[in-house]
């Protein structure tokens, strides 16, 4: 079956990011010019995806906004005749059918995903989490969905992050590692680095069958006292085939303000109309 709809929870509290995120959406927190959560949006347009729903909270309107049709912005760009402007306005405001859902409580990102039930059916669907960006020439939702047809069960975005990084994500364990494609045998959510069974991590990429909506609903509290969707997962790798794949990709931690800085400035760098004299600046620069 052919995946066409995915989730993005964005329901966080940003908290890492504050006072910035105080009134602001960390999903809006923008790297150079564009919203974190666009570049998102984007990589699962470009995979071919069509539908997408935004699991969101309290204070998140400014992304539906982002989102939406601004016909008050539209009519002074078309007036000042920033044609080129108006045009990515328009682009931004059509670039997929998105819907939108509150998760009402803060109960973890299994709980998040369990929200998309009616949203997503009985069809597999792309999960995509927003402090992961990844730039890759080919998106990496859709080479996870390229793994998914051949498999046809539930596949994982994985990197090795090594051993002193590995306690921060859900770590997998497999028969065999010799492979960019291996069979999962379990998961942990935040491992102790010493028990960890290895050092490849899911990193906010997933194409998942739909019978883990059963399994959340009787999944209970894991680490952090919140469902997770680790634990979810690792229950339907005893029921079914569940695979992990080492993707391609330089994959940025924007949840992380270091790994925020980092994927602001490589962007930059890629940019034709900023990338010489921030080169210059950065080449200045004495400690």
């Known amino acids: 079956m052919q995946v066409k709809k995915?989730?993005?929870?964005?329901?966080?509290?940003?908290?890492?990011?504050?006072?910035?995120?105080?009134?602001?959406?960390?999903?809006?927190?923008?790297?150079?010019?564009?919203?974190?959560?666009?570049?998102?949006?984007?990589?699962?347009?470009?995979?071919?995806?069509?539908?997408?729903?935004?699991?969101?909270?309290?204070?998140?309107?400014?992304?539906?906004?982002?989102?939406?049709?601004?016909?008050?912005?539209?009519?002074?760009?078309?007036?000042?005749?920033?044609?080129?402007?108006?045009?990515?306005?328009?682009?931004?405001?059509?670039?997929?059918?998105?819907?939108?859902?509150?998760?009402?409580?803060?109960?973890?990102?299994?709980?998040?995903?369990?929200?998309?039930?009616?949203?997503?059916?009985?069809?597999?669907?792309?999960?995509?989490?927003?402090?992961?960006?990844?730039h890759a020439e080919i998106p990496v939702i859709g080479q996870l969905i390229d793994i998914y047809n051949k498999k046809s069960a539930t596949v994982l975005g994985c990197q090795r992050v090594g051993f002193d990084n590995i306690q921060k994500y859900g770590a997998v364990d497999a028969e065999d590692f010799s492979e960019p494609v291996v069979q999962v045998r379990s998961l942990t959510e935040k491992p102790n680095p010493a028990e960890a069974k290895s050092d490849l991590a899911v990193l906010g990429r997933y194409v998942i069958d739909p019978e883990i909506f059963d399994i959340l609903n009787v999944t209970p509290p894991g680490a952090g006292g919140e469902i997770q969707l680790t634990d979810a997962l690792n229950l339907l790798a005893r029921q079914q085939s569940v695979w992990a794949y080492s993707f391609e990709g330089r994959r940025y931690d924007v949840g992380d303000r270091l790994g925020y800085i980092e994927a602001t400035i490589e962007y930059a760098l890629r940019r034709e109309d900023l990338a010489p004299q921030l080169k210059t600046f950065l080449k200045s620069l004495t400690f």
């Open 6 to 134: 995915a989730v993005i929870p964005a329901a966080g509290m940003g908290t890492r990011f504050l006072p910035a995120t105080k009134v602001q959406p960390k999903e809006m927190l923008p790297i150079v010019d564009v919203p974190t959560i666009q570049y998102v949006v984007e990589e699962a347009v470009r995979a071919g995806i069509t539908e997408i729903l935004i699991i969101t909270g309290r204070s998140k309107r400014a992304i539906e906004d982002h989102f939406d049709k601004s016909v008050e912005l539209e009519a002074l760009l078309e007036q000042k005749g920033k044609n080129k402007e108006l045009a990515e306005m328009q682009r931004i405001s059509n670039l997929a059918d998105i819907f939108y859902v509150r998760q009402k409580e803060a109960l973890g990102l299994g709980h998040a995903v369990a929200c998309a039930r009616n949203f997503v059916g009985r069809e597999p669907f792309a999960v995509l989490l927003g402090d992961d960006i990844v």
